[in-house]
């Protein structure tokens, strides 16, 4: 049978491939015909109308809405998360051939529309659910921020040291001759980049809840965060409010005559009124005498303290491989790279070794003892040791998603380690991405090199333990069970 798909994954990085690559493999192993449209952060090549009209069926692996959703009309549509499609591609295959076996009833194609803002956060979900949701949308957008803004601020230094900091404006004087000139004026562009993290933040966690209208209010609740210095915790105070307060006011019943102005000036008027007054006045002082105070505990870390947060925090990288838990660390580090503090830039070091861990321990287990994995998880151990090498976590997945009871608590001990001892040497970072490939920026690289590499030994070592357990369990149930002749 012949398919079409759209992958889509909230950050648009790592989970939107996966899940095209399973259902490519999935379907060439069953003789099947595919075509999948990656909605991801490097943008999508649009399925072709030919592919579409030839498909018996449209899967659709997204936790967010789908771009160019009117496409499909008259076709069967099978929808499920992005990780059914990374962990159970074969019977997503079967669901989708089961529905074109179904008739369609006839609907009216639609005019093709521009992109939407889009959010993953699904309207039966609960509650726990939805606030996760909520969050992750707001790191999504601010992702490609994240990564412009922090590159180009390690490209300056990299060029004009870290003093550059204290260059003059480029606006009053910009010498293109220099390298201190270019330096200069690679971090002014990025530190402006780095000024929208909080606004952005705020702004699509308000929209993950309200939608349009809450942008404003979002974006103002985040601006006045950054002004009365409550950070990104502020941020996410600020969406939050935001979006609770559009949410409020949409349950308003307003004359009809009014309900075409609502969305563009009422809502966000009011909600940024009600937002910025409660910013300013209320919850903004305290947010911001609790970030100072976070911040300075941060700077007197050292020793044992230091060592303790390093393994927190390679335990939140590990322990969902690009979820929630992971993004809050990540994003915790890097809301520290613009004060420049030592202790800032030795968080922002151990989150990345922690973060890179997974992928690289899994990729070297399943080359050291081969026979203990799959030969698809085999395939995708040899595209993790470049995910690894990128500090892209996620390269990890199909390994825990497997055997999450045996693969899970490894990562989680390696990469502990790794932040531990990352913290202990004092290796310091001040990109936020790269891996292994912005080694030249870290402060201390050869200590950051042997903390990877004792984590990702230990966290090999722990997989191929259990692993092994297991294997030779089964072998002996094996012979127990084998009948004996008489």
């Not at 409010?241 to 075409?260: E, S, T």
């Not at 947060?309 to 390679?314: E, N, R, S, V, Y």
Request: glycine share 10%; net charge neutral; aromatic share 6%.
């Amino acid at each position: 049978m012949k398919f079409v798909a759209i992958t889509a994954c909230p950050t648009g990085i790592a989970h939107t491939y996966m899940a095209a690559e399973s259902l490519e493999q999935t379907a060439k192993a069953n003789g099947d015909t595919i075509v999948v449209e990656t909605q991801g952060s490097a943008g999508s090549i649009p399925l072709s109308t030919e592919d579409i009209q030839a498909a018996d069926a449209v899967i659709f692996a997204a936790d967010l809405a789908v771009q160019g959703r009117e496409r499909f009309d008259g076709k069967p549509i099978v929808e499920a998360p992005v990780k059914t499609a990374i962990n159970d591609a074969a019977g997503l295959l079967e669901r989708a051939k089961a529905a074109a076996r179904e008739p369609v009833p006839a609907a009216t194609p639609a005019p093709p529309s521009a992109p939407e803002l889009t959010t993953k956060a699904g309207d039966n979900d609960r509650l726990g659910t939805r606030v996760r949701q909520w969050l992750m949308t707001g790191v999504s957008y601010l992702i490609p921020f994240v990564a412009a803004g922090g590159l180009l601020i390690a490209l300056s230094f990299a060029l004009g040291g870290y003093q550059i900091v204290d260059a003059p404006k480029v606006t009053e004087h910009f010498d293109a001759a220099s390298l201190n000139g270019w330096a200069a004026l690679f971090f002014q562009i990025g530190s402006a980049a780095f000024d929208f993290l909080v606004p952005v933040l705020a702004g699509f966690i308000a929209f993950a809840m309200a939608d349009r209208p809450a942008i404003a209010p979002g974006f103002t609740g985040g601006a006045i965060a950054v002004a009365v210095g409550a950070g990104f915790l502020g941020g996410l105070v600020a969406g939050l409010l935001a979006g609770g307060v559009v949410m409020a006011l949409k349950r308003i019943q307003v004359p009809k005559a009014m309900r075409g102005v609502m969305p563009v000036v009422v809502y966000p008027l009011l909600g940024s009124i009600v937002v910025g007054v409660l910013m300013y006045v209320v919850v903004g002082k305290p947010i911001a005498a609790a970030t100072s105070g976070l911040t300075n505990w941060l700077n007197g870390l050292s020793g044992a303290s230091a060592l303790l947060l390093g393994a927190l925090l390679g335990l939140m990288m590990a322990f969902d491989m690009g979820g929630p838990v992971n993004k809050a660390a990540y994003a915790f580090a890097v809301g520290g790279l613009t004060t420049g503090t030592t202790a800032s830039l030795q968080i922002m070091a151990a989150v990345m070794a922690a973060g890179m861990v997974p992928p690289l321990a899994l990729a070297l287990a399943s080359t050291v003892r081969k026979k203990l994995f799959t030969e698809a998880e085999r395939e995708n151990g040899r595209a993790a040791w470049l995910l690894g090498a990128s500090f892209i976590t996620e390269g990890a997945i199909p390994f825990a998603a497997a055997d999450p009871f045996r693969v899970i608590p490894s990562i989680m001990l390696g990469s502990a380690v790794t932040g531990a001892l990352s913290m202990t040497f004092g290796a310091t970072l001040r990109a936020p991405h790269g891996g292994i490939f912005v080694v030249p920026l870290i402060g201390s690289p050869l200590p950051f090199v042997v903390a990877l590499i004792a984590g990702t030994a230990v966290a090999s070592a722990s997989v191929i333990l259990l692993k092994q357990l297991r294997f030779r369990g089964a072998e002996r149930s094996t012979v127990t069970t084998r009948p004996v002749n008489a």
